[in-house]
Nanobody, 119 residues
Framework: QVQLVESGGALVQAGGSLRLSCAPS????????MGWFRRAPGKIREFVASLTWSTGTISYGDSVLGRFTISRDNAKNTVYLQMNNLKPEDTAVYYCAAIGALGSRWSYWGQGTQVTVSS
């Protein structure tokens, strides 16, 4: 099964920026959508952003709207999450995910990358 490979997590000060990257291990992987989720300690998993591959339609979670931007590079087969004006409450493990086919669920997941924002 295809794997999603993430990178870019780090420790950053409040107000700083980070960019996460995610690419499938199989370049021929056909996907309906890719997105990002996060899980903070003691909290449930939270939707961050998604991008529908065929239409480019983008959605964001309310807590990141206006600060985070999801984008893709088709040539590199990669999806990015640009995170600006980071806050301590953004501290979490961030997961890349993919929907393989229209109508299916978020069934492909990366291993997660830690983002820590210090105050």
């Amino acid at each position: 099964q295809v794997q999603l490979v993430e990178s870019g997590g780090a420790l950053v000060q409040a107000g700083g920026s980070l960019r996460l990257s995610c690419a499938p291990s199989d370049r021929t992987f056909s996907r309906h959508a890719m997105g990002w989720f996060r899980r903070a300690p003691g909290k449930i998993r939270e939707f961050v952003a998604s991008l529908t591959w065929s239409t480019g339609t983008i959605s964001y979670g309310d807590s990141v709207l206006g600060r985070f931007t999801i984008s893709r590079d088709n040539a590199k087969n990669t999806v990015y999450l640009q995170m600006n004006n980071l806050k301590p409450e953004d501290t979490a493990v961030y997961y890349c995910a993919a929907i393989g086919a229209l109508g299916s669920r978020w069934s492909y997941w990366g291993q997660g990358t830690q983002v820590t924002v210090s105050s």
